[in-house]
């Protein structure tokens, strides 16, 4: 009996090696995809906006999106490129739905735009939230 578990012994290290491998790809790969989520990489700048120094903002309104759970209209500030500010002109929501716009507004304001995650459990007012935002966004030129 004892030489039974001095041989299992002998095998577990080996194999637990493996499996700790495994354990920390893919706990390395769950923290990258954490981070490019939530840093998105910015995009350069041409020299002519850099050297044109601070540009005023802009605000734009886009179109009213209808969606199945209500519509959404959304007022965006640009300055100096990026989005300083989104303001909800109208927004409705059915079923607490309307919870959703504070995060999707917070989310638009860092990614600088639409690029960013579905809000779970939102999903369809996170859609019409950026096709809203997008629409505010291309009028502002």
Partial sequence: MLSSNVRL???TPRKSKGVLQAVALLGLSVTAA???QNHPASTPTSN???TSGNSAPKTATGDAI???????????????GAVTAVDLVQATASAGRDQAF?????DAIKSN??????????TYTTAAFKTALDSAI???G
Avoid: D, R
């Avoid at 209808?66 to 100096?80: C, D, E, P, R, W």
């Avoid at 504070?102 to 917070?106: A, D, K, M, R, W």
């Fill in 34 to 36: 954490y981070f490019l």
């Fill in 102 to 106: 504070s995060y999707l507004v917070q």
């Fill in 66 to 80: 209808n969606y199945q759970f209500g519509t959404i209209q959304l007022s965006v500030t640009k300055a100096n």
């Fill in 138 to 140: 291309s009028k502002l």
């Fill in 113 to 122: 735009g639409s690029n960013f995650a579905n809000l779970s459990g939102a």
């Fill in 9 to 11: 012994n002998a095998i």
């Fill in 48 to 50: 002519s906006s850099a």
